[in-house]
C-alpha cells in the first residue's frame, strides 16, 4: 500500500510541483513517531483507570459489575451503599496514614545516619535495607504470621500496621537517602558559616532541601500501604478487614459499584495532588 | 596565625605555619593545588580543626570555636549559596541569623555595591557563573566580617570575566576596608589583585612581601619560578668587588648586587627575568642599544616566537643552557631569526642570586591556561 501511495505522490509532484503534496497517514506516522508512540503507551497506561471511572456510572443487573449497562449516578450518591466497604476503607486510611508517618520519620532518621556518617556496619544496613523489598511479599506475610503466631500476637489493626511500617520503610530511606546524596555538604558549611549555628542551619538549609525526597517517600509509603493486600490478608484478624481485602472478598460475591466509586475518587486525588506538587515546584524555581 | 599545623593521615597539609595579617589588607596566598592554602583558609574559617597552633583575629582567639561564632565570613569555591532562596534571602541569611537590625537596608546597599539590585528576586539557579559570584561575595560582604575569606571565587569564570572580577573584587575592598585572604593558585590573579602575597609550598610559606618585592627579589628557586618566568643559571662566587659579587659562569663572568645574593654561598644561581635581557647582534654594536653591565657572549637563538607585544627567543648558550629572553615590541626593524649567533645582555641591578643549594625546576608547574 505504500508503494502505491509513493508512485502516486511522484506522479502528482510531476504534475502539479507547486499543489501541496498529499500526505498519506503512514508518512505522519513516520514523521511523529515518538508521539504516536508516548500516546499509544498513554492510553495502555490510562485505559484500566477509564475502565474504573466508567463503571463507577453503572446500574448493574445483578450483583456484578462487570457488564455496561446503563448511565446512573446511584452509587455516587450513596457511597457508602455497599456493607462493609466504608469500614474497610477507614480502616485502611488509619493504617496508611499511620504506616506512612512512622515510616517516613524513622525513614528519614535512618536516611540521614546512613547518607551523612560513617560508622561501624554502615554498608551491612545499607544492603539490610533493600531486603524487604526484595523479599516476595507471600514469604514476608507469612513470615511474619509465623512470628507473631509464636509470640501469642492477637492480629488485628496492631499487626498490620507494623508489617506495614516495615516495608515502607525501606522506601523512605531509599527515596531520602538519594536526596541527601544529591546535597552539596558545602551548603551547610556556608550556613554555619554564616552565623547559622547547628539547629539553624538544619531547619533551614537541609530539611528544605531534603523536604521533597521526604514527600516523596511519604506518598510512596503511602500508597504501598494503602494497596497491599498479600501481606495484609497474612496478619488480619476477620474483624480487621481492610478495602484492599473487601475488594478482593467481594468479587467472590458480587462487586458493588461503590468499589469504583471510591477507586475514581482516590485516582482523582492521586492526580490533584501531584499536579498541585508540579505547580508548586515550578512556582518554587521561578 | 601562629605554629599551625594540620595532618590529614600521614599527610602533612600545612606545616608549623606562622604568619601575620595587616587589618584592612588585601592579602593573597598563592600556590599550586594541593599546597595546603585552602586547609588553611578552611582552618580559619572553623570548618577545619588545626591538629596544634593557634588563630587569632586582634587579641581573641578563635581555635577550637565553631564556624558560626567567628567574625569571619568565606566566599566558596563553589559559591555554595542556597538554591531554594532569592538572591535576597541568600544575602539576608548571615544577618538574620544575628538578629540585626535594618537588615533590609544593609541587604539593599550590598546588592547595589555589587549591581545585584535588579536580580534580587531570582533563585541562584537563573543566574550567570559571574552573577553568581557577586551573590557569594555580597552575601559575605554584607555581615561586615573582620576577616573575609576567598576560596578561589574566581576560578570556575572565564578568563574575560575573571579580569573584570578582579578589578571589582579590588574595589569593593578597597570601598568596604576589610581585610581580604584571598586564596589562588594564578599569579597574575594574585598580583593584580593583593598587597601581600604569602607564595606557599608544600604546606609553608616560601616567601611573603608586595608583588613587587617578590618579583624582583625571588628568594627561592620555588618563588623565582612559581612568579613569573625566571632564567636561572648556575654559577660560583669569586670575588666581591665593591657592592656586587662577581661569578663565574662556564664561560665569561657575571655581577650580582651584594644584597642580593645569599650570605655564606658559594655556588649559587643567578637569576635574571627574560624580560631584562637584550639580544644583540655579534659583533656588538651600538645599533641594538646600550649593552648592559653582564653580558652572555656565543649565544644561538633556537627559537622565536613573534606575539605581538614582544617576541620570545630561546636563545642557547655556548654550555648548552636554553635561556628565555622577550624583547618588547619597539619597532621590528631588529629581529632576531632562528640560527642567528647573539650576546645577551643585562643590567647587574636586574640579576638576583639564590643558594644553588636548591631544585632548579622547582615550581615550574604545566599550566595550560599560561601558555
Not at chain 1, 512470628?147 to 520503610?169: D, E, N, P, Q, W
Not at chain 1, 525501606?170 to 527515596?175: F, G, L, N, Q
Not at chain 1, 546524596?181 to 556556608?190: F, H, I, N, V
Amino acid at each position: 500500500m505504500s508503494a502505491s501511495v509513493a508512485t502516486g505522490r511522484q506522479t502528482a509532484q510531476r504534475r502539479a510541483p507547486i499543489r501541496r503534496r498529499r500526505r498519506s497517514p503512514w508518512a505522519f506516522v513516520r514523521d511523529n513517531i515518538v508521539w504516536v508512540a508516548a500516546t499509544l503507551a498513554l492510553i495502555y497506561l490510562l485505559l484500566p483507570n477509564v475502565i474504573v471511572v466508567l463503571f463507577s456510572f453503572n446500574k448493574p443487573n445483578g450483583r456484578f459489575n462487570y457488564t455496561w449497562q446503563r448511565f446512573s449516578l446511584d452509587a455516587w450518591k450513596n457511597p457508602c451503599g455497599a456493607p462493609g466497604m466504608c469500614k474497610a476503607l477507614g480502616l485502611s486510611l488509619k493504617i496508611g496514614i499511620s504506616a506512612t508517618i512512622v515510616a517516613t520519620i524513622l525513614g528519614t532518621l535512618l536516611a540521614f545516619a546512613l547518607g551523612r556518617y560513617r560508622f561501624r556496619g554502615r554498608s551491612a544496613v545499607n544492603l539490610l535495607i533493600f531486603l524487604p523489598m526484595a523479599t516476595p511479599e507471600v514469604v514476608m506475610g507469612s513470615s511474619l504470621l509465623t512470628l507473631f503466631a509464636s509470640r501469642h500476637v492477637g492480629l488485628g489493626f496492631k499487626t498490620i500496621l507494623v508489617a506495614h511500617i516495615l516495608f515502607c520503610l525501606s522506601y523512605v530511606v531509599v527515596t531520602v537517602k538519594a536526596r541527601i546524596a544529591g546535597l552539596d555538604p558545602r551548603l551547610e558549611q556556608a550556613a554555619s558559616d554564616l552565623y547559622a549555628n547547628e539547629f539553624q542551619t538544619f531547619t533551614r538549609i537541609t530539611l528544605p532541601l531534603v523536604a521533597p525526597g521526604i514527600a516523596a517517600g511519604a506518598l510512596l509509603a503511602f500508597s504501598l500501604s494503602f494497596d497491599d493486600y498479600i501481606v495484609t490478608n497474612f496478619n488480619a484478624s476477620p474483624s480487621s478487614t481492610t478495602f484492599p481485602m473487601f475488594v478482593w472478598g467481594s468479587a467472590q460475591r458480587g462487586t458493588p459499584v461503590q468499589i469504583n466509586v471510591i477507586g475514581t475518587a482516590m485516582f482523582v486525588l492521586a492526580v490533584t495532588a501531584v499536579a498541585i506538587g508540579q505547580f508548586v515546584g515550578r512556582r518554587r524555581t521561578r | 596565625m601562629s605554629s599551625l599545623v594540620k595532618t590529614f593521615g600521614p599527610f602533612t597539609a600545612v606545616d608549623d605555619l606562622s604568619l601575620t595579617i595587616p587589618q584592612g589588607s588585601f592579602f593573597a596566598l598563592l600556590g599550586p593545588s594541593g599546597c595546603g592554602k585552602t586547609t588553611t583558609l578552611r582552618m580559619v574559617a572553623g570548618l577545619e580543626e588545626p591538629t596544634s597552633g593557634t588563630i587569632h583575629i586582634g587579641s581573641s582567639e578563635l581555635t577550637g570555636t565553631k564556624p558560626y561564632q567567628r567574625p569571619v565570613n568565606t566566599v566558596f569555591q563553589s559559591y555554595a549559596l542556597f538554591p531554594h532562596m532569592t538572591v535576597w534571602d541568600n544575602v539576608a541569611f548571615g544577618l538574620k541569623r544575628r538578629s540585626q537590625a535594618n537588615v533590609k537596608k544593609q541587604v539593599d546597599d550590598v546588592l547595589e555595591l555589587t549591581e545585584l539590585t535588579t536580580l534580587a528576586k531570582r533563585k541562584p539557579a537563573q543566574l550567570s557563573g559571574g552573577q553568581q559570584q557577586r551573590v557569594a561575595l555580597a552575601r559575605a560582604i554584607v555581615n561586615k566580617p573582620a576577616v573575609l575569606l576567598l576560596d578561589e571565587p574566581l576560578g570556575a569564570l572565564d578568563l574575560k570575566l575573571r579580569r573584570q572580577m578582579q578589578m571589582e573584587l579590588k574595589r569593593i575592598q578597597t570601598e568596604v576596608g576589610l581585610t581580604f585572604v584571598h586564596v589562588t593558585h594564578d599569579q597574575e590573579e594574585a598580583m593584580t589583585m593583593a598587597d601581600t602575597i604569602a607564595v606557599m609550598n608544600a604546606g609553608r610559606i616560601e616567601q611573603m612581601g608586595p608583588p613587587a618585592e617578590l618579583y624582583e627579589q625571588p628568594r627561592t628557586t620555588f618563588a623565582a619560578n612559581f612568579l613569573g618566568q625566571s632564567n636561572l643559571i648556575r654559577a660560583t662566587v669569586k670575588e666581591r668587588v665593591g657592592d656586587s659579587v662577581v661569578a663565574a659562569l662556564p664561560t665569561g663572568t657575571l655581577r650580582v648586587a651584594v644584597s642580593r645574593v645569599p650570605e655564606g654561598v658559594n655556588e649559587i644561581l643567578v637569576g635574571i627575568r627574560p624580560e631584562k635581557i637584550k639580544l644583540h647582534d655579534e659583533p656588538v654594536t651600538a645599533v641594538d642599544g646600550p649593552v648592559g653591565e653582564n653580558t652572555i657572549t656565543g649565544g644561538r637563538v633556537i627559537d622565536a616566537s613573534f606575539i605581538g607585544v614582544s617576541t620570545q627567543y630561546l636563545v642557547k648558550t655556548q654550555w648548552g643552557q636554553e635561556v628565555m629572553v622577550f624583547e618588547q615590541n619597539q619597532g621590528i626593524a631588529n629581529l632576531n631569526a632562528v640560527g642567528d649567533l647573539v650576546t645577551m645582555s643585562f643590567s647587574a641591578d636586574h640579576a638576583f642570586a639564590l643558594d644553588a643549594g636548591q631544585d632548579v625546576s622547582a615550581g615550574i608547574e604545566f599550566d595550560p591556561e599560561a601558555l
